[in-house]
Nanobody, 114 residues
Framework: QVQLVESGGGLVQAGGSLRLSCAASGTIFSFNTMDWYRQAPGKQREYVAAISTGGRIDYADSVKGRFTISRGDVKNTVYLQMNSLKPEDTAVYYC????????WGQGTQVTVSS
């Protein structure tokens, strides 16, 4: 059974940084892509960033230049380095991975105070 577990969320002041981590277990295969999404209160879940096994990286316009997605040395781990955080980045951040179907983590709360 595939499981994705996020960590690294917390409370930070505007302009600060956080690093989110996601580790997958329950599979011997590498995911085709690993992604980050977020959902703010009262809003739909939105795409943040993605990285493929081939190294292709993509970001939502709202986080370009501030967030960096990377894969870890351990298979099926992914990080999201978030710099210059803004109050509007406040959300639950979800790790997601795709290989034939999409898997989701339980989410980690990021709160940015002004």
């Amino acid at each position: 059974q595939v499981q994705l577990v996020e960590s690294g969320g917390g409370l930070v002041q505007a302009g600060g940084s956080l690093r989110l981590s996601c580790a997958a277990s329950g599979t011997i295969f590498s995911f085709n892509t690993m992604d980050w999404y977020r959902q703010a209160p009262g809003k739909q879940r939105e795409y943040v960033a993605a990285i493929s096994t081939g190294g292709r990286i993509d970001y939502a316009d709202s986080v370009k230049g501030r967030f960096t997605i990377s894969r870890g040395d351990v298979k099926n781990t992914v990080y999201l380095q978030m710099n210059s955080l803004k109050p509007e980045d406040t959300a639950v951040y979800y790790c997601s991975a795709e290989r034939g179907r999409r898997y989701w983590g339980q989410g980690t709360q990021v709160t940015v105070s002004s």
